[in-house]
């Protein structure tokens, strides 16, 4: 069945010590005109994944601004996410053999969540390919419907795109993470970045003996330099081509590297990327290939903050959220630059940049080598993330579409 | 203002300051540019919006970048074409002296252009990473404080958010059509305070932070306070 979710408070104020009052009290103001003003989210998960874990805080402090949001999730078959599994990887540029039964089980559940979710607030956000065909409820000239689209757009297969498009362009607009990831589209697209909360589990300060003892936990050295990707084991991920990188990096600085990533246990692929991994590091007691469990938030929150530098060497990236979580933590960050990553780190602005292992290597040695400068990127990346990643400035960019549209009618 | 026996007794404005604050959303546009050739063709033919949005509204957006940071076409340049030179040339292109979109647009035209027909060559490289043309949409919002008093200014500059601290400070030349700030323009026009007005209007906003610039500004106030 489809639902609506409830959800926990989060006071609003409580953001006010970090990112100053007039930052909240500006959020008040924008949303003063859309007091008791009606929007939904809807989404095709209420667990799991960055939509959810954003709509799980982005709600609660909608509604702190006294705005009347509802999030509904669709609901679906196994049939049906098996579809939307094959679609999404399609848009990613996986191939595809488009099957019309796969075409009509997308049709047939969005058709059955039309009949059962009450879609008739003003403003209504559609996330992602899975509920796009909701538009169909739409009633002329209404209200206002847009679609925020979380994934990588620039390289979709043509027939699963071709087929989202006819209902994707019927939207008022669409928001994507990066103009790279967009499509020419006949209505407007607007830039949405995802973002992190300060306040939760994997964002918020740590007392230093609680980092002491997750290092302790996991065997790893607190008086040498840490390198650490926090990452699943995704060979997109390149965790062999992080090994090589350090490899290089150990030869001038005794230092040690953190492999940390969701258990590899209810993945096949992720299991055999496991083992290469484990392959590479071939033994070496300062690698420490770590299996975290699914949710673990404060873990990855201590092992960013103990690290010395955290690497993001990803191969293929959609925005790449754990880049903004260490910045925010004040780390130097050296990075690949896909996907939204050059979004988040600004070369020699609020980080480093590399394309392939040898200037990952570089990069890693060179801020080693000038800790003053290795501080200032984390300093300015801390400042980057406040002003354009954080959960409440999302929640201003959603006020601002809102008054936008509201002002085009 | 005025003064009387040597002292000086601050004025009431007559027209109050209303505190604002704004927010943007940023559209993405339909061109790119793979190389400077193509840059020059965007720059050319995009809004002013779009050339709002690379200058001005990305000077808001990282004003804690001091060190040569100063609007995205020099930022892509330099970083994405590695191009210094030029890219030094467009990032000394200063907002503060303009008053409409179409002459800064012209003047980065000339730069590019210039190099473009100096480096045939380089204009048709093509660059580590595509540039997005992107617009900004201004939604603006009244804080519900003002001032009449330099005390009750300094209250309201003191409790702004970044936003609205750059809508005053820095998006506010193009609005007046002045080469200063609304800052500066009330501190002359409603309290009469000239001197002050100009000393604002000298803090640079390419190597101060938008947090560093007010606390100048802060302290220029409290200098003039003490006069009192």
Redesign the interface.
């Known amino acids: 069945m489809s639902e609506t979710l409830a959800v926990t408070r989060i006071p609003l104020d409580d953001y006010a010590e970090l990112l100053?009052?007039?930052?909240i009290?500006?959020l008040r103001?924008?949303a003063?005109?859309l007091r008791g003003r009606s929007i939904q989210m809807v989404n095709s998960t209420a667990v799991g994944g960055g939509v959810a874990e954003i709509l799980m805080r982005l709600v609660p402090l909608a509604e702190e601004l006294d705005l009347n949001i509802k999030w509904e999730v669709m609901s679906g078959g196994e049939d049906f996410f098996e579809v939307t599994k094959s679609f999404h990887n399609a848009l990613h540029g996986a191939p595809y053999h488009a099957r019309q039964r796969d075409f009509e089980i997308f049709l047939a559940y969005n058709e059955r969540n039309r009949a059962a979710l009450p879609l008739d607030a003003e403003f209504v956000v559609i996330h992602d390919p899975q509920p796009s065909a909701l538009i169909d409820a739409r009633k002329p000239g209404s209200n206002h419907w847009v679609w925020r689209c979380h994934i990588d757009l620039s390289h979709p297969h043509r027939g699963v795109w071709d087929f989202l498009d006819t209902f994707v362009s019927r939207y008022d607009g669409a928001m994507?993470s990066s103009?790279?990831f967009?499509r020419?589209l006949p209505i407007?697209?607007?830039?949405f970045y995802p973002a992190i909360d300060p306040l939760s589990e994997k964002n918020c300060d740590l007392e230093p003996e609680f980092i002491a003892q997750i290092l302790t936990r996991y065997q790893v050295d607190p008086h040498r330099p840490i390198l650490t990707q926090i990452s699943r084991f995704d060979r997109l991920k390149d965790p062999v081509g992080v090994i090589r990188a350090y490899r290089i990096v150990k030869r001038y600085f005794d230092c040690q590297l953190v492999l940390a990533g969701g258990s590899a246990s209810d993945d096949p692929e992720g299991a055999i990327v496991l083992k290469e991994v484990l392959r590479e590091a071939d033994g070496d007691p300062d690698i420490r290939v770590i299996e975290l469990p699914a949710w673990a938030p404060l873990e990855v929150n201590a092992l960013q903050r103990a690290s010395t530098i955290v690497i993001q060497k990803s191969l293929r990236e959609g925005f790449g959220l754990t880049v903004s979580e260490a910045l925010w933590k004040k780390k130097p960050v050296v990075a690949s630059?896909v996907g939204g990553i050059?979004i988040q780190i600004?070369?020699?602005?609020?980080g480093l940049?590399a394309?392939s292992v040898e200037g990952t290597a570089y990069q890693i040695r060179f801020l080693l080598s000038h800790p003053e400068i290795a501080a200032k990127l984390g300093e300015?990346g801390h400042?980057?993330v406040k002003?354009?990643f954080l959960i409440t400035q999302k929640l201003?960019?959603y006020?601002?579409?809102f008054?936008?549209l509201a002002?085009s009618s | 203002m005025f003064r009387k026996g040597g002292s000086v007794r601050m004025n009431t404005a007559e027209t109050p300051f209303e505190f604002v604050t704004v927010s943007y959303l940023t559209r993405i546009g339909n061109q790119s540019a793979d190389t400077l050739a193509e840059l020059l063709t965007g720059l050319e033919n995009c809004s002013d919006a779009s050339i709002f949005h690379h200058t001005y509204q990305t000077l808001g957006s990282h004003h804690f970048l001091t060190e040569g940071f100063s609007n995205d076409f020099a930022q892509w340049v330099l970083a994405d074409t590695n191009r210094n030179d030029l890219a030094e040339q467009l990032a000394a292109l200063d907002i503060r002296d303009y008053v409409s979109i179409a002459a800064l647009r012209s003047d980065l035209c000339r730069v590019l252009g210039d190099f473009c027909a100096g480096f045939p060559h380089f204009a048709r490289q093509s660059a580590l990473e595509r540039f997005y043309f992107c617009e900004s949409v201004e939604v603006t919002a009244p804080l519900g404080r003002s001032a009449r008093t330099l005390d009750e200014f300094r209250d309201g500059l003191a409790h702004l958010s970044h936003a609205g601290f750059y809508f005053h400070f820095i998006s506010s030349r193009l609005r007046l059509q002045l080469q200063t700030n609304d800052f500066s323009h009330w501190l002359s026009d409603g309290l009469g305070l000239q001197t002050l007005a100009d000393s604002v209007n000298h803090i640079d906003i390419y190597t101060n932070t938008l947090d560093s610039s007010r606390a100048k500004l802060l302290r220029l106030i409290d200098r003039e306070r003490r006069k009192t």
């Open positions: 100053g009052a007039g930052e009290e500006e103001a924008l003063k005109p994507f103009p790279e967009s020419q407007p697209q607007y830039l630059a050059p600004i070369h020699k602005h609020t940049l394309h300015h400042e980057h002003e354009n201003k960019r006020l601002t579409l008054l936008t002002r």
